[in-house]
């Protein structure tokens, strides 16, 4: 088992360039899927999760390379089209493949999907758009099967603007017979990144990034080079350690506008933010204030995936604050760990009532999902003494090499095998 060992205390001083974004990188993964073609991906990180998708990507036929940071990836002709349930059990993100195996083959078997248990996230809104688009599906024996024959264009309405349904139905639309229109769709960064995926292989897509995405199906769809764009929760996890540990820190190859929600926030905590075009940097002196209230909602909303972060910095912050989780209910099972810390923190259902004390000090304490063991790392950063967080392989799915990245900042980290 992974283990990370923090000594607390210093303060963040550095700059960290960002890679591509791993919420970006595997929808464009499962998306190459859609031709013959090789194409290439630029700026890929090295996280568990890409290592997963590319396992379920070589069971299904394709071939790949990595080079450093670039990744190669074929399709020329799949010779399976059902996911291997081993690893959909180890990543949730294998739901992707459902929209692209329809779109390239006409057929699809995936096993219900895993990754981290942060609360239920339905799969009826996925399959409840590809039976509008015509396909077959039968669930049985723990296994989604899916028969794309009649497979065509259709007007979807999203009963909730979900990222994941958006993205697979982009991807199934993309090579379906006629035209698609997808309502209520998501609008996060992501979904604009991979419709410029697609159209950068021929596809024929407009709207990303609103709630109303249209998709003319072709014919075929060729290879392409391609640099996704820059992990914006990544980005986010750092400036909010910079907040609470203090110091001076820079990120760069970053988009400021994706970070607006938790820029705003971070306005109000008594921190000194400087944006340019294509780099943020953070100073922070003394003891941050806490916002009176925070809710997590789909973009542009503040996402979910920093909502663990954000409650470390309102536990050392001056005041007492309140975060509401409009998304994944079990969010909150960072809280005890906290708590070990001396964090003080009540929550009922969605709720959660921060009171920010001076310090916090070290303990042993343990990773539950990815952006939540990331967040104990900032907690560790900044208490006092030692604290050792167990189940370091949650982090790996989104953070390459975490204690490299803070240890360059100035934290004593490590990690223990």
Do not use: W
Not at 96 to 115: D, H, K, T
Not at 117 to 129: A, T
């Amino acid at each position: 088992m992974s283990r990370l060992l923090i000594k607390g205390g210093n303060p963040l001083r550095g700059e960290v360039r960002i890679k591509a974004a791993k919420n970006a990188v595997l929808p464009i993964l499962a998306a190459s899927l859609l031709t013959q073609d090789e194409c290439v991906i630029k700026d890929v990180p090295h996280i568990t999760d890409i290592t997963y998708m590319l396992k379920i990507m070589g069971a299904l036929g394709s071939s790949y390379t990595v080079d450093g940071d670039i990744l190669a990836i074929k399709s020329e002709a799949p010779t399976h089209y059902s996911v291997p349930a081993e690893y959909a059990k180890e990543l949730r993100s294998s739901l992707f493949l459902l929209g692209p195996l329809l779109g390239r083959v006409r057929r699809a078997v995936v096993a219900y999907p895993g990754g981290c248990d942060i609360g239920v996230r339905p799969l009826d809104i996925h399959l409840k758009g590809l039976r509008e688009m015509g396909v077959a599906i039968e669930e049985s024996h723990g296994k989604i099967y899916c028969d794309g024959t009649r497979l065509k264009g259709a007007d979807v309405l999203l009963d909730f603007p979900s990222v994941g349904a958006t993205e697979n139905l982009m991807m199934a639309a993309a090579s379906a017979r006629g035209v698609t229109r997808i309502s209520n769709a998501a609008k996060e960064p992501e979904i604009v990144d991979l419709q410029n995926f697609i159209n950068a292989m021929g596809g024929k897509i407009t709207g990303a990034g609103s709630d109303r995405i249209v998709i003319e199906g072709v014919e075929k769809l060729h290879g392409c080079e391609y640099t996704p764009i820059p992990d914006r929760i990544v980005a986010g996890t750092i400036l909010i350690g910079g907040a609470v540990c203090g110091g001076d820190v820079t990120i760069s190859n970053v988009i400021p506008d994706h970070l607006e929600p938790l820029l705003f926030k971070i306005n109000k905590s008594a921190c000194h933010l400087s944006l340019r075009s294509d780099n943020i940097s953070i100073t922070a002196e003394g003891r941050p204030r806490t916002f009176d209230k925070l809710e997590t909602q789909p973009y542009p909303g503040f996402p979910t995936d920093l909502q663990s972060q954000i409650m470390v910095l309102m536990s050392v912050a001056e005041g007492t604050g309140v975060i509401v989780e409009n998304i994944f209910e079990t969010r909150f099972r960072i809280v005890r760990e906290l708590i070990k810390m001396g964090a003080t923190i009540t929550v009922k259902d969605r709720t959660a009532v921060i009171r920010g004390v001076k310090r916090l000090e070290g303990a042993a304490v343990s990773a539950a999902d990815l952006r939540g063991g990331a967040a104990l790392v900032i907690a560790g950063a900044k208490a006092e003494g030692f604290t050792t967080i167990d189940n370091a392989r949650y982090i790996d799915r989104g953070y390459e090499s975490i204690e490299r990245i803070f240890g360059e900042l100035g934290v004593e980290i490590n990690r223990l095998e």
